[in-house]
């Protein structure tokens, strides 16, 4: 079975500009999760979508949104960049809804650098 | 405030010796408790989960609701060990809430 895949592995954007960053869960999975990490905060939950729907939200200002597909892949984009959001950004599928019952596996991460 | 502290960024342990990662939490309710590792080179994995009372690799981890802990233990440290964990913490809402992880190095 493959595992959550996301692209691009590596990114490098300008202050302003904004970026789309893609997961694809593995197959069957409904739940897709995005984390934040970086060395200061350590991994921060940005939003959970499940059936195309979000059902999550983490404390992250309105520039970040993200949508899932009818297929379950998800999409997270980041509008107006800013220095501070340079980091690893992490999605996680499951198959249940995240939570207590749920074992999400994680994808390699996208590396995001804005200068 | 929902939290969870993990007070050691690094811990250094001898081969063959005991384990013990610390984590505490703070929140008003039952948790629901996880701890995930990082191997080098690899993805953020789920080690185990409170909900499972099951070991894996060796490793326990036992609620404590009186000191608001979950506490990582291993009673033989491995070479294979040695990676970054993290202490993780599910609310009511469902909302994943991560500690900030501690290094663990396991010295031959």
């Known amino acids: 079975k493959a595992g959550v895949t996301q692209t691009p592995r590596y990114l490098i954007k300008t202050r302003g500009q904004q970026v789309t960053l893609s997961c694809s869960p593995i197959?069957?999975?409904?739940?897709v999760s995005w984390y934040q990490q970086t060395p200061g905060q350590g991994l921060q939950f940005l939003f959970e979508?499940?059936?195309?729907?979000?059902?999550n939200k983490g404390n992250f200002p309105g520039r970040f949104s993200g949508r899932q597909f009818s297929n379950s892949r998800s999409e997270m984009n980041v509008s107006t960049l800013e220095l501070g959001d340079s980091a690893l950004y992490l999605c996680?599928?499951?198959?249940?809804?995240?939570?207590?019952?749920?074992?999400?596996?994680f994808g390699p991460g996208t590396r995001l650098t804005v200068l | 405030a929902q939290r969870v502290t993990q007070p050691e960024k690094l811990l250094s342990v001898f081969k063959g010796a005991p384990v013990e990662l610390k984590c505490n939490y703070s929140y008003s309710g039952s948790p629901e408790l996880f701890w995930y590792v990082q191997y080098s080179r690899q993805r953020l994995q789920l080690l185990l989960r409170h909900i499972s009372r099951e070991s894996i690799k060796g490793f326990t981890a036992d609620l404590n609701k009186g000191e608001t802990s979950f506490h990582l233990k291993k009673p033989f440290a491995q070479e294979e060990d040695s990676a970054m964990y993290y202490c993780a913490l599910a609310n009511r809402d469902d909302k994943i809430i991560f500690g900030k992880g501690t290094r663990l190095h396991i010295l031959p």
């Open positions: 996680a599928s499951s198959l249940v809804a995240a939570g207590g019952l749920a074992e999400q596996f």
């Open positions: 197959s069957g999975h409904r739940s």
């Open positions: 979508y499940f059936s195309e729907t979000q059902r």
